[in-house]
């Protein structure tokens, strides 16, 4: 058997070991989906009226489509959260160690949790956006074209963030110690486009939210599903992309080839 079939045939042993134990053990995964639709819920029932007047909108339809976009990246960002959790755990348990002495692929142990977390992040969008659609949101006038590209934005986002959540996992020292690493991936979409425009927040506070990753991606989201400008956010959103892609690539095989835990 080739090292690419064999690769293959590990990474996806491994795949299928973090699925059943996100099956088994939904707790973590149903808490981090709650803060984006708590969130979802809050902004459009409690201040949705108010918010959309505040941006010129009509009532809170507008701003129902103005928020759900933003909320299926912070959706994201909130289900990674567990992939570093979940790599943290594995590698203070002494799993990690003992896979090490068998005959498996290396790079196996943590593209399972990579593949298992981008499924687990796309589900968990579909969820978020389903109960978008449930109180009102519509997209209009998306082509299917504009779908897919919305689609493969939100799965290379979710790759990016999540390499980024098994580098901050295989870092941290426990559990408790990764949910707070990654904290960042929560608190990002909070000072992004994700609520109110950029060109509403302080003028101070405006390159700040601009140039995150979470807002280009946001607005170019939101451009393909509701028909909006998208400008330079398209470009600046892929090369957040690719850079976080590589970036937490490099950082976790570096943290687990190293890693003596």
């Given at each position: 058997?080739?090292?690419?079939s064999?690769?293959?045939?590990?990474?996806?042993?491994?795949?299928?070991?973090?699925?059943?134990?996100?099956?088994?053990?939904?707790?973590?995964?149903?808490?981090?989906?709650?803060?984006?639709?708590?969130?979802?819920?809050?902004?459009?029932?409690?201040?949705?009226?108010?918010?959309?007047?505040?941006?010129?909108?009509?009532?809170?339809?507008?701003?129902?489509?103005y928020?759900?976009?933003?909320?299926?990246?912070?959706?994201?960002?909130?289900?990674?959260?567990?992939?570093?959790?979940?790599?943290?755990?594995?590698?203070?348990?002494?799993?990690?160690?003992?896979?090490?002495?068998?005959?498996?692929?290396?790079?196996?142990?943590?593209?399972?949790?990579?593949i298992?977390?981008?499924?687990?992040?796309?589900?968990?969008?579909?969820?978020?956006?389903?109960?978008?659609?449930?109180?009102?949101f519509?997209?209009?006038?998306?082509?299917?074209?504009?779908?897919?590209?919305?689609?493969?934005?939100?799965?290379?986002?979710?790759?990016?963030?999540?390499?980024?959540?098994?580098?901050?996992?295989?870092?941290?020292?426990?559990?408790?110690?990764?949910?707070?690493?990654?904290?960042p991936?929560?608190?990002?979409?909070?000072?992004?486009?994700?609520?109110?425009?950029?060109?509403?927040?302080?003028?101070?506070?405006?390159?700040?939210?601009?140039?995150?990753?979470?807002?280009?991606a946001?607005?170019?989201?939101?451009?393909?599903?509701?028909?909006?400008e998208?400008?330079?956010?398209?470009?600046?959103?892929?090369?957040?992309?690719?850079?976080?892609?590589?970036?937490?690539?490099?950082?976790?095989?570096?943290?687990?080839?190293?890693?003596?835990?």
């Open positions: 058997m080739s090292t690419l064999l690769a293959a045939r590990d990474t996806t042993t491994m795949l299928r070991r973090n699925l059943l134990h996100a099956r088994r053990y939904p707790s973590l995964t149903l808490n981090l989906l709650l803060t984006p639709v708590m969130l979802l819920l809050l902004f459009v029932y409690v201040f949705g009226d108010t918010m959309s007047a505040g941006m010129g909108g009509a009532g809170r339809a507008d701003y129902i489509a928020l759900v976009p933003g909320l299926l990246l912070m959706t994201i960002g909130s289900t990674t959260i567990g992939t570093a959790v979940s790599v943290s755990t594995d590698m203070t348990e002494g799993i990690i160690a003992r896979f090490r002495t068998m005959a498996i692929h290396r790079g196996s142990v943590i593209t399972g949790h990579v298992g977390s981008v499924i687990q992040s796309v589900l968990s969008v579909t969820l978020v956006g389903a109960v978008g659609l449930a109180i009102g519509r997209s209009t006038g998306a082509t299917a074209v504009e779908w897919l590209a919305a689609f493969g934005l939100l799965v290379l986002f979710a790759l990016a963030m999540t390499w980024i959540a098994v580098g901050m996992g295989l870092v941290s020292p426990n559990a408790e110690a990764a949910s707070n690493n990654a904290m991936l929560i608190f990002l979409p909070l000072i992004s486009s994700a609520f109110v425009p950029v060109d509403q927040m302080p003028g101070w506070f405006q390159p700040i939210a601009q140039y995150q990753p979470f807002t280009p946001i607005e170019t989201l939101r451009g393909l599903l509701l028909g909006t998208i400008g330079h956010n398209g470009w600046l959103a892929l090369a957040w992309c690719l850079a976080l892609t590589v970036l937490g690539y490099l950082w976790s095989k570096s943290a687990f080839n190293r890693d003596p835990k």
